[in-house]
């Protein structure tokens, strides 16, 4: 056992850290340390930025762009991503839909989408959940019916993340009716500006509209865009949720924000002196940070035992990752709004164009408060995980 | 980094495994709770065999060199099966004065005795009312000619009863909560003026309160700087936590286990009652709540080698404080998944919970570290 990185490891670090300083644009770092909204065309500039650098797809197999790192290194990435902070690749894309392609799809399909992944020329989204079928997902109803060589797809799908700039989706749909209700699923790829589809946004508590309601009515896709077999999908679905386990922890995310905690927690008065000199603020503080050191390092066993054994074996701690990542992370913006106090009441009144320093912090602390309620529900709810750990890990 | 164990650990893992799968079933354990002081010398005589008893100390003193993670799986193992000998008071504290402050003449006096088993240590160091600051000493030492006297009374000292070797801190100087002034003395068991009052614990284990009245004791009892000792106490200290963390994740693993096997065969309503969601759940949350701990207990053992005094300690806190909300949380659902069966003594399950809820007690408990951890700069 051994905790220390290799020199290799701490040299990596340095280059990716100092590359996150030199090409990260600085107000797209701003905004996400003040929790704001990031426009696309913000996104998309830096994931550009990345990918010409080569790292924008770092995960993925050489020969379609990737890096071939360690997992060691993959951790370091992440989390010098995380908590510089700078936008996550895309994962629609480049987490999710992209191994699935280059997994399961054929050649034609490989160089049609994936350099196009890569440099996000097409923006993906997700469609998986609908309104009946939120953890019970075996149960969608959206319809895709074969027609000569064209699929006609109707139905509606649901929480639909960023949707409104997306250019291709990747749905879940029913393809035989009559199989059992994994059996008769397929994964079917198109453009979001087919004729018949539909994007409706939902506005969330925190004020914003990142997710949407999208329909599908006659919606016309060619044959082809099947990805692997027929009525084969939920195999794919599984297997892209199965592959991003320990980015899910979003240990680089909850670094980020104690530090800003306790560099806001030094400015912020209580009681005639910084919250940060209070007692019971300070024990909530370092209860946080210790429940994240435990997560951290049982991120780094997971990581460890993936570079020894490889991937193939699930680590029974990796489990734990998205439970605890989601707990930590509504605990700092809990934290946040303890050290804003009664500032966290007013509406963003001042915009987000970094021109009131002294109050803009304050804005988007309550809305990111609120929208992190989401993390211990989405990815499969915290529930659905207990579910999982009792079966998979205790055998109940 | 790496966490997997090397070829030597596994083996060391697998033989000490074996040892107490032969001789520590739960049956095993009630005859001897029974034995003159709480504990076997059959078994301890077999961790002397196995080497066991060594293990930490150098191989020039008579020891086989192993280091933090060596002790990590030795205490996992113990807790595992809910050992009472006095590992922890003998090999980790006492060896731990002896292996950092020992001067040749002391290590030749007591670390042989120590690896062949024929004697035991214990620390006595808690006072009535230092709690859990180990720099809180009224104990005095004053010097006598070439020797000490020591004069005071410790309180709760595991092993108290029956180690050969009391390893006591007193003040030489200064004032009830000072920093310096503080020293480390070897005092003899049956050294004239020592009184003890002895009890079982809670968990089984057995302890004494200790009256030191007068007590003369040579030069070569004094472990380090008779002046100057609390950065060794507090490094010793911070291996006994260290040391109860690994004990605490044994303890956790089994009574996870345990929980596990009875709520798969535990019938109501015509069905297993692990079939039950809100079960489920609660078993789950213990099963994250153990490898939280076991994360904390692994970090904390790497971090004993930390250069930084303060680093290391800030390091063990918040290890100390993991354990702690962890091993409540396992200890008492636990307790709640048995019902009724998990509150009797004939049940294993109420031991170990009994055992984990000491721990959390002991050298600090999570309130006491979270709030060091809170007065430092920070972990993250």
């Not at chain 1, 993340?161 to 397929?186: E, N, V, W, Y």
């Not at chain 2, 590992?87 to 980790?92: D, E, F, P, Q």
Request: net charge neutral.
């Amino acid at each position: 056992m051994d905790l220390a990185f290799t020199k290799e490891e701490q040299a990596f670090r340095e280059e990716v850290r100092s590359f996150f300083r030199d090409n990260v644009p600085p107000d797209t770092r701003r905004k996400l340390v003040e929790g704001r909204h990031l426009s696309k065309d913000e996104m998309v500039t830096w994931w550009r930025i990345l990918n010409k650098k080569g790292w924008g797809v770092s995960h993925w197999p050489k020969q379609y762009g990737g890096t071939g790192w360690t997992s060691v290194q993959h951790y370091i990435f992440n989390e010098e991503l995380q908590s510089y902070p700078a936008p996550q690749p895309l994962a629609f894309g480049v987490s999710m839909v992209g191994p699935v392609i280059y997994t399961f799809g054929n050649e034609e399909q490989k160089k049609r989408y994936l350099p196009r992944i890569a440099n996000v020329d097409d923006w993906w989204c997700q469609g998986f959940s609908e309104p009946g079928s939120g953890s019970d997902l075996a149960s969608l109803k959206t319809k895709a019916e074969r027609k000569g060589d064209k699929w006609i797809i109707n139905g509606q799908k649901t929480w639909t993340t960023l949707a409104q700039h997306a250019d291709m989706i990747f749905c879940l749909c029913r393809t035989d009716p009559s199989a059992k209700k994994q059996m008769g699923i397929s994964f079917i790829v198109f453009s979001m500006k087919s004729k018949g589809v539909t994007v409706r946004p939902i506005q969330t508590i925190d004020g914003g509209a990142e997710v949407n309601e999208v329909f599908f009515d006659d919606v016309e896709v060619p044959y082809e865009n099947l990805i692997g077999e027929e009525n084969k999908g939920w195999d794919y679905a599984k297997f892209l949720l199965g592959n991003e386990r320990t980015g899910i922890a979003r240990v680089g995310v909850s670094k980020e924000r104690l530090r800003r905690i306790r560099d806001l927690a030094g400015k912020v008065e209580s009681g005639g002196k910084p919250i940060i000199q209070d007692a019971a603020f300070r024990d909530k503080l370092a209860a946080c940070e210790i429940e994240l050191k435990a997560l951290e390092l049982t991120q780094l066993r997971v990581v460890a035992d993936e570079g020894k054994h490889g991937k193939g074996k699930p680590n029974p701690a990796s489990s734990v990752l998205k439970i605890k990542g989601s707990e930590i992370q509504q605990t700092t913006t809990e934290l946040l709004m303890e050290v804003i106090g009664p500032f966290a009441a007013p509406y963003d009144v001042h915009g987000d164009d970094g021109s009131n320093e002294a109050m803009d912090w304050t804005a988007q602390i309550a809305p990111s408060y609120f929208n992190n309620r989401k993390v211990s529900i989405y990815g499969g709810s915290n529930e659905i995980q207990r579910n999982i750990i009792a079966k998979a890990v205790l055998g109940l | 980094m790496d966490f997997d164990l090397n070829e030597e650990q596994r083996l060391l893992k697998e033989s000490i495994d074996g040892l107490l799968t032969d001789s520590y079933d739960f049956e095993s354990r009630k005859k001897y709770v029974k034995e003159k002081g709480g504990w076997s010398r059959t078994v301890w005589g077999k961790l002397a065999e196995q080497g066991l008893l060594g293990l930490p100390f150098a191989e020039a003193d008579g020891g086989f060199g192993g280091g933090g993670v060596e002790t990590m799986i030795v205490m996992e193992a113990l807790g595992k099966a809910l050992v009472l000998e006095p590992y922890l008071a003998t090999v980790v504290i006492g060896g731990g004065f002896l292996r950092h402050a020992g001067s040749d003449g002391q290590k030749a006096a007591h670390v042989p005795s120590i690896v062949d088993g024929s004697k035991t240590l214990a620390f006595a160091q808690l006072e009535k009312n230092s709690r859990y600051d180990l720099f809180d000493v009224t104990t005095t030492a004053k010097k006598r000619g070439d020797g000490w006297v020591i004069d005071g009374e410790k309180f709760v000292v595991l092993n108290g009863e029956n180690a050969d070797t009391l390893i006591v801190t007193a003040r030489t100087r200064g004032e009830r909560r000072d920093k310096s002034g503080i020293g480390v003395f070897l005092v003899p068991a049956n050294a004239k003026g020592v009184a003890k009052k002895s009890y079982p614990t809670q968990d089984g284990l057995h302890a004494a309160d200790i009256t030191f009245t007068g007590v003369e004791i040579g030069a070569d009892a004094v472990l380090g700087n008779p002046d100057d000792s609390l950065a060794l106490i507090e490094r010793v200290v911070d291996e006994a936590r260290i040391a109860l963390c690994a004990e605490a994740v044994g303890l956790m693993d089994e009574s996870l286990k345990t929980t596990v096997e009875y709520i798969k065969t535990r019938k109501q309503f015509g069905v297993a009652i692990g079939s039950f969601q809100s079960l489920q759940h609660r078993a789950s949350d213990m099963f994250v709540a153990t490898e939280q701990a076991r994360s904390m207990s692994m970090f904390a053992t790497m971090a004993a080698d930390f250069e930084d005094a303060k680093e290391r300690s800030n390091a063990v806190a918040a290890a100390k404080v993991q354990i702690g909300k962890s091993l409540k949380f396992v200890g008492q659902q636990a307790i709640q998944l048995h019902g009724g069966i998990g509150m009797t003594m004939e049940a294993k399950i109420g031991h170990y919970f009994k055992r984990l809820t000491m721990i959390e007690n002991s050298f600090g408990d999570t309130d006491y570290h979270q709030r060091r951890v809170a007065d430092g700069a920070g972990l993250i």
